[in-house]
């Protein structure tokens, strides 16, 4: 078989897990032929590509990023790829094509698939807002830097009598700010699913004051909104691609607390460097299991499909239901800690 493996989105940590996984299970023990595409499907696109062998995905396990590099979709380039997709695949000799990415990349992969071009999708995000699977991986790593922050910000918090207010990704869904809020322990934890009312917040904070405990960290997601009134706040532009630019709920925040509260708050941006850096042990497990099981399907035939985690089993899943939405905290999730305001 000859295989094609790009990388498309933002990145994540485990892509190169997943690269190396797809090489050592399909050159090494199938004989196969795999070729990466440059720079996402803009590679495809181009025909920009090498070859992939053992030697070329030895070492990358461990490392961020992606040895491939990425690039956002250009959807009109793929639609023109779409209408050629026969002739296009004949041209690169495609028997299958493994794209590996989040929300946007696997719309595109679905786009493929109904053009006729067999694909099977790998899920990445460290968002971990895919529908049809339990985790993403990236997610585990993203949440181990978050949570690190708000340990660490706790103790200059406490020295200065300060708010801190850690901004995490997660422009769509809370997860990121969930599950790192609840590992640091932090005091407040706000996410896009549920408009946060800030009178609530600065009453948690009053309290603790009154107790002895003049500090607290508050761990915002970047997509997390006010309730309507509670805070004045104008929404973000929609930029080329369809999604809201964020204005910085985090500083916004700390400077509305600071005003009300009349005690100092600082807010931090955690940004990119979620994204960034070596997998956890964790993830890189999952992005080996998901590199092994797309060659296995591919394999098998199953195309218009996309590896997934439910429970401890790797499953294949239509790529047409993990795009359908997405896998946003539910509210059991929210109520299992009273830190969600
Ligand atoms: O989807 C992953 C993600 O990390 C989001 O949480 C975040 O909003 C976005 O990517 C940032 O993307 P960019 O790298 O284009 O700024």
Redesign the pocket.
Not at 9 to 12: P, S
């Given at each position: 078989m000859r295989i094609g493996v790009l990388t498309a989105?933002?990145?994540?940590p485990g892509l190169n897990a997943v690269i190396r996984s797809v090489v050592h299970r399909a050159v090494v023990d199938r004989g196969d032929q795999v070729i990466g595409f440059e720079d996402g499907f803009r590679g495809l696109l181009e025909g920009r590509y090498r070859e992939l062998d053992i030697d070329s995905v030895s070492g990358i396990l461990a490392r961020g990023g992606t040895i491939l590099g990425s690039s956002?979709l250009e959807r009109n380039r793929l639609r023109e790829a779409c209408d050629n997709a026969e002739a296009f695949r004949q041209e690169l000799s495609l028997d299958a094509l493994i794209p590996i990415g989040?929300?946007g990349t696997l719309t595109a992969a679905r786009m493929l698939s109904d053009a006729g071009i067999p694909v099977v999708g790998v899920p990445k995000?460290?968002?971990n807002?895919i529908s049809a699977t339990d985790r993403t991986f990236g997610f585990d790593t993203?949440v181990g830097v978050a949570t690190e922050a708000i340990d660490r910000l706790k103790t200059t918090a406490e020295s200065h009598q300060r708010v801190m207010v850690v901004e995490v990704?997660?422009?769509h869904a809370g997860w990121?700010a969930l599950e790192a809020g609840m590992a640091g322990g932090a005091h407040g934890i706000c996410v896009p699913e549920r408009p946060f009312q800030l009178d609530d917040l600065c009453k948690m904070i009053e309290d603790r004051f009154a107790r002895g405990k003049k500090f607290a960290v508050i761990c915002v997601a970047?997509?997390a909104r006010p309730a309507e009134g509670t805070m004045p706040y104008e929404r973000g532009a929609i930029d080329a691609y369809g999604?809201e630019r964020?204005t910085g709920i985090g500083q916004r925040m700390a400077s509305e607390l600071e005003k009300r509260l009349g005690t100092e708050a600082r807010a931090m941006i955690l940004?990119?460097i979620?994204?960034g850096g070596t997998p956890t042990a964790y993830d890189r497990v999952l992005a080996t299991r998901f590199g092994w099981h797309a060659v296995e399907a591919a394999h098998r035939g199953e195309f218009g499909m996309m590896t997934a985690l439910r429970g401890t089993e790797i499953v294949m899943t239509p790529l047409a239901q993990a795009t359908m939405e997405l896998k946003r905290v539910p509210q059991n999730r929210m109520d299992e800690t009273e830190a969600v305001f």
């Open positions: 989105g933002g990145d994540c956002r989040g929300e995000t460290i968002d807002d993203a990704m997660g422009r990121i970047e997509g999604h964020f940004g990119h979620q994204r």
